[in-house]
């Protein structure tokens, strides 16, 4: 069975590095075609996409957030990591991890995704 689970602090400063990881359970992040996102979503509001690490390594991040985010993964512990600088209380949200496949006929689906986390950005 496919499990992800977040960890993080749940209150990080404004101007300060929020960083949260995300531990796979019954997958490899390096297996194909699976793609490993991070999405987010603030109070009252709509998810929000802020980007993947692709089974091969390679990174793609929501335009609006590109700027801040960064994403690593360490391979040997099948985990994936978000860094988001210079927070403000706008990033505060429900952060999740998400696995997303590709099939063969190329659609694709979030199938699976972590519990969430939820990170207030307060001083």
């Known amino acids: 069975q496919v499990q992800l689970q977040e960890s993080g602090p749940g209150l990080v400063k404004p101007s300060q590095t929020l960083s949260l990881t995300c531990t796979v359970s019954g997958s490899n992040i390096t297996t194909g075609y699976y793609y490993w996102s991070w999405i987010r979503q603030p109070p009252g509001k709509r998810l929000e996409w802020i980007g993947y690490i692709a089974f091969s390594g390679g990174t793609y991040y929501s335009p609006a957030l590109r700027s801040r985010a960064s994403l690593s993964r360490d391979t040997s512990k099948d985990q994936f990591s978000l860094t988001l600088s210079s927070v403000t209380p706008a990033d505060t949200a429900v952060y999740y991890c998400?696995?997303?496949?590709?099939?063969?006929?190329?659609?694709?689906?979030?199938?699976?995704w972590g519990q969430g986390t939820q990170v207030t950005v307060s001083s």
């Open positions: 998400v696995r997303e496949r590709y099939y063969a006929n190329s659609s694709r689906a979030y199938d699976y």
